[in-house]
């Protein structure tokens, strides 16, 4: 948790003023999201901040850290963040990737199940589990 730490104190100071919408803050960013992951921890400002630099710099878009960032998101769902999440994520990048499995999960809990209708109206033609027709 101590790298967390000090990662969130270095990108607190990035995220002040017009640095946030530096692009060349991305990598840091992203390897900001990445220990997020491994080190169970979440700081949904920094996420937004790196989608936003996706939307104004598209050819840097990572769908795996995407990917991780709404995870991230789905795991605080009393929230919004999922939802905000979901909203800054240009729709060019969700056909055929993870991105299309990930969003598929926002409309509830119990539409989790494969077998729940909510989860067999939800899916989408791209996805074949077997149950789909």
């Not at 998101?73 to 999440?85: G, Q, R, V, W, Y």
């Amino acid at each position: 948790m101590a790298l967390f730490e000090q990662m969130r104190a270095n990108v607190g100071k990035l995220l002040r003023g017009i640095d946030r919408y530096n692009p060349e803050n991305l990598a840091t960013l992203e390897r900001y999201v990445e220990t997020q992951a491994k080190e169970n921890a979440y700081d949904l400002e920094a996420n937004l901040a790196a989608l936003k630099l996706y939307q104004f710099n598209p050819t840097f878009f990572q769908t795996t850290v995407t990917a991780q960032i709404l995870l991230k998101a789905l795991t605080n769902l009393l929230h919004t963040d999922f939802t905000l999440c979901k909203c800054m994520i240009d729709q060019a990048h969700i056909p055929n990737t993870p991105l299309a499995l990930l969003l598929l999960l926002q409309v509830s809990p119990a539409s989790w199940h494969p077998l729940s209708p909510l989860f067999l109206l939800s899916c989408p033609p791209c996805f074949n589990f077997g149950l789909c027709q």
